[in-house]
């Protein structure tokens, strides 16, 4: 009872620090350390697995207290596949059996869910729950959640580079047309604002194939903490520290008064 009286003030305490005025309106993140946390514990990999799902209803839950409109989660890569066939087809059945005891919760919590990746590898089980639970929940205004499955963002940049050289060849646009929102508008994420904050989870410093192309000048955040042991407290704490950055977008930081008259200043 004592340990979770202290995680309850540390909660308190941290959504105090919050400005919810600046909250970011959509956060990714690399959902990551399933496999070894379950493994540090002596428990099969699919322990890991089927803690992060409870994990990540608990960070919707925190995210959608926070007014975040949009959450993009990192399910499945298209480098996953190499994987143990065990564990690959765990997960997609993980998939399945969560969409189908989920997915009324989700609708009736006002949540819009999509999945970002090439489907066409799936069972077919899995790809109907799948367009049915995006057929339901499309209306919902709320919040957004995003699942990345079969992604991977050198895949998708190539694709859109090969659509727009299909246009082009065509004559159906020109090659001086061709700029960053068309570019953009080519994306699986097209319609999408690029997110504010990636948060990675296990302590790994790289994004692995993940949104190259939208994560241009997101802030990142990396956690040691692995993904089955986050929770809204550490999900507040990389709010608390986007919130600490100075987000410039390649320009200069707003010059003190007379500092220009300033030799020695500089940014």
């Known amino acids: 009872m004592r340990s979770r009286n202290i995680s309850t003030k540390e909660n308190s305490k941290l959504s105090n620090s919050i400005d919810k005025l600046r909250v970011p309106k959509h956060i990714a993140i690399i959902m ?34 926070l007014e975040c409109n949009v959450l993009t989660v990192y399910a499945f890569s298209t480098e996953n596949w190499t994987r143990p066939s065990k564990e690959v087809d765990f997960l997609i059945n993980l998939f399945e059996k969560v969409l189908k005891k989920e997915i009324s919760e989700i609708h009736q919590e006002s949540i ?17 729950i799948i367009n049915s639970s995006e057929s339901l929940t499309k209306n919902n205004k709320d919040f957004t959640l995003n699942i990345c499955v079969n992604y991977g963002g050198r895949q998708e940049i190539v694709k859109a580079a090969r659509k727009i050289a299909i246009k082009s060849c065509s004559g159906e646009i020109n090659p001086s047309d061709i700029d960053e929102q068309l570019f953009n508008s080519e994306l699986l994420t097209s319609g999408i604002n690029d997110p504010e904050l990636l948060i990675r989870t296990s302590g790994e410093k790289r994004i692995s194939n993940f949104l190259l ?25 990389a709010i608390i520290d986007y919130q600490s950055r100075d987000r410039r977008f390649g320009g200069i930081q707003s010059l003190p008064k007379d500092s220009c008259k300033n030799p020695n200043y500089s940014s």
Do not use: C
């Open 32 to 65: 990551d350390g399933n496999g070894r946390w379950a493994i540090k514990k002596g428990l099969p990999r699919s322990f890991g697995h089927n803690k992060g799902v409870s994990v990540l209803k608990e960070i919707i839950k925190a995210s959608k207290s």
């Open 213 to 237: 192309w939208q994560l241009a000048y997101s802030e990142i955040y990396i956690t040691d903490v692995m993904w089955p042991d986050f929770n809204e407290n550490e999900f507040l704490k």
């Open 112 to 128: 819009k869910i999509s999945f970002i990746g090439d489907l066409s590898p799936f069972p077919k089980a899995l790809k109907s």
